[in-house]
């Protein structure tokens, strides 16, 4: 797989490479995000994230946050796979 990227980089300039690897990395953040709010919630059994709560020092309060302020942009499929954890979209109602 690196090395599909890699090939496929060099094919491109250098504007588009940045892009990419923007692209990339973007998605590795959400991944990330996503892999700590799971973490959070298999061990508190709940999707309700304090605001500066840290994740094995990943700032997953401040994701959290993004997410919501940024859902109505956030792809289908990143919406799905919150849902389908118990995402609360609303901090302020109780679940």
Not at 5 to 22: C, P, S, W, Y
Not at 38 to 51: M, T
């Amino acid at each position: 797989m690196a090395n599909q990227l890699r090939a496929r980089l060099k094919r491109l300039g250098q504007a588009e490479q940045q892009t990419a690897m923007t692209g990339i990395r973007h998605g590795h953040i959400w991944e990330e995000g996503f892999a700590a709010l799971v973490r959070f919630k298999q061990r508190e059994d709940h999707c309700r994230v304090p605001n500066k709560h840290k994740e094995d020092d990943y700032n997953l309060g401040t994701w959290v946050g993004h997410q919501r302020v940024n859902k109505d942009t956030l792809s289908p499929e990143r919406r799905q796979r919150l849902d389908e954890i118990g995402f609360v979209w609303d901090a302020r109602k109780r679940s």
